[in-house]
Nanobody
């Protein structure tokens, strides 16, 4: 069982930056692929980024490539999403998830409660 708690969301102006954090419980954190997804109002949840258990493999969706970076620290059971050059279309609830490698929400078994990111002037 893994419990996930996100933090770091908020209101930011276009072009600004935010760093999201996800704290995980449990002693098997490094065995899980960690992912970030987001869901905008009226839209389906979409994949943003994933990182392997060791942190050696990462993937990120094209719409945020070059602006977002996923990383993890297995010593303190956290995964983060650094978001730069934010755009209004990045506005969404961002979710942290733990599971196996994949870009579908079905690949992930555990989910956080989400953190709101709003990009607006």
């Amino acid at each position: 069982q893994v419990q996930l708690v996100e933090s770091g969301g908020g209101l930011v102006q276009p072009g600004g930056s935010l760093r999201l954090f996800c704290a995980a419980s449990g002693r098997t954190f490094s065995s899980y692929v960690m992912g970030w997804f987001r869901q905008a109002p009226g839209k389906e949840r979409e994949f943003v980024a994933a990182i392997s258990g060791s942190g050696s493999v990462r993937t990120i969706t094209d719409s945020v490539k070059g602006r977002f970076t996923i990383s993890r620290d297995n010593a303190v059971n956290t995964v983060s999403l650094q978001m730069n050059s934010l755009k209004p279309e990045d506005t969404a609830i961002y979710y942290c998830a733990a599971g196996k490698w994949g870009v579908s929400s079905r690949d992930y078994d555990y989910w956080g409660q989400g953190t709101q990111v709003t990009v607006s002037s």
